[in-house]
């Protein structure tokens, strides 16, 4: 009864108001290990997305990104088992080493499928897996069907850098961590250890997404 009456104030203040940060939360992470990041999300009804609870929740995963400096996060990384994710990659050469541009963008009920299988590697690590870094090749080209915030069906064409950024994030609605995707276990490292032995790496700063 109490979370209702949050988000039906949430929604009442956000019709007045943008954004709504004052109703924000901010949440605690779930790491490897916890429960719900091994599960397949529930995908979200048009329904839902007109629910108080759910605009919230968009709400909140904006805010958690930014808090937590991140460029990406998925519903499950803060206990809630719902097929939702936000991106947001900055234009220009990035903090990562590339000029590969995503707006913020809301992802929900995602399914994609691979346009070009070739393989690319980057060091990847994860709010979920703290302080660790994993090799991971993806594919290098991807096409996303989705619906945004407000249930209309969209479809994104990724390449390159922002591709395994889309993959890694969307991994999370489907039950799979980075490192479950790692080829070779030897390639998985402590960031300190990171740092000194492959810091000039191609890196997916996962502690950030």
């Not at 009864?1 to 605690?28: A, N, Q």
């Not at 995908?43 to 108080?52: A, F, H, N, V, W």
Request: hydrophobic share 40%.
């Amino acid at each position: 009864m109490i979370l209702e009456l949050i988000g039906y104030l949430r929604e009442k203040l956000r019709e007045k108001v943008e954004p709504v940060s004052i109703f924000s939360m901010i949440r605690t992470l779930c790491r490897m290990g916890h429960p719900v990041l091994r599960q397949t999300a529930r995908k979200l009804t048009r329904e839902d997305l007109g629910s108080p609870e759910i605009r919230a929740l968009i709400a909140d995963m904006r805010e958690n990104m930014h808090h937590y400096g991140g460029i990406g996060l998925a519903a499950p990384q803060i206990g809630e088992s719902v097929q939702l994710a936000v991106i947001e990659l900055e234009a220009g050469k990035n903090r990562y080493g590339s000029e590969d541009a995503l707006p913020y963008t809301v992802f929900i009920n995602p399914e994609f499928e691979v346009i070009d299988v070739t393989e690319q590697g980057f060091w990847e690590g994860c709010l979920s897996v703290p302080g660790l870094r994993g090799y991971v090749e993806r594919p290098r080209h991807i096409r996303v069907k989705y619906w945004d915030e407000n249930g209309v069906e969209k479809i994104l064409e990724a390449k390159n850098f922002l591709a395994t950024v889309v993959q890694h994030e969307l991994d999370h609605l489907f039950g799979h961590l980075y490192v479950d995707r790692m080829k070779d276990t030897r390639l998985l490292s402590f960031q300190e250890e990171f740092q000194q032995f492959y810091g000039q790496a191609p890196t997916l700063d996962e502690d950030n997404v």
